[in-house]
């Protein structure tokens, strides 16, 4: 899928994160919730996103979950990867590691509570767009960025090529 064909629709649930007792990433546990959620009809899943307790997890976690889900999905719908993070090189290395594992695209918000102006906020993701080819979902997440995206500056980061 390229950046112009992008055909997201219908049920895309952003998916709670299973960890084990010791606080680690459950890959079994996880592995059948995607299992689940592909077979109750979902249209494509998040993973790894704010409702995935991204925060709690180590980079080498996110990106064995892009892998696990991806695996098992195996191409029966949309993944997105949820890349959100304080840096553009790491939300870079986690886009990345998203196209790597074969996900369809990510969910990218402007760097949780640095409370970035127009100008960085449109930077941060020119920097992770030109970091890989696959799509970007622009997520607007005010309440954890202190960022509240108005239209003009969504509609600049559309138009980043």
Same mark, same amino acid.
């Given at each position: ?33 995607? $299992? ?19 925060? +709690?997890? +180590? ?28 840096? #553009?090189?790491? =939300? ?19 760097? #949780? ?15 992770? +767009? ?27 980061? =559309?138009?980043? $090529?």
């Amino acid at each position: 899928m390229d950046r112009n064909s992008v055909d997201w629709k219908g049920y895309i649930p952003a998916v709670t994160t299973p960890f084990t007792e010791a606080g680690e990433l459950d890959g079994r546990a996880w592995q059948e919730l995607v $299992e689940w959620l592909v077979s109750e009809g979902m249209h494509g899943i998040i993973v790894g996103g704010t409702t995935g307790e991204w925060f +709690s997890m +180590s980079a080498a976690e996110r990106v064995e979950q892009f892998r696990l889900a991806a695996v098992q999905v195996r191409g029966r719908i949309p993944v997105i990867g949820g890349c959100n993070s304080y840096t #553009p090189q790491d =939300a870079s290395a986690l886009a990345e590691a998203a196209q790597e594992a074969g996900l369809d695209g990510i969910l990218l918000t402007p760097p #949780p509570y640095v409370v970035t102006n127009r100008r960085e906020t449109i930077a941060f993701y020119q920097a992770v +767009s030109d970091a890989v080819a696959i799509p970007i979902c622009v997520y607007n997440w005010p309440r954890g960025t202190g960022v509240d995206m108005d239209a003009d500056t969504v509609s600049a980061i =559309a138009d980043i $090529e």
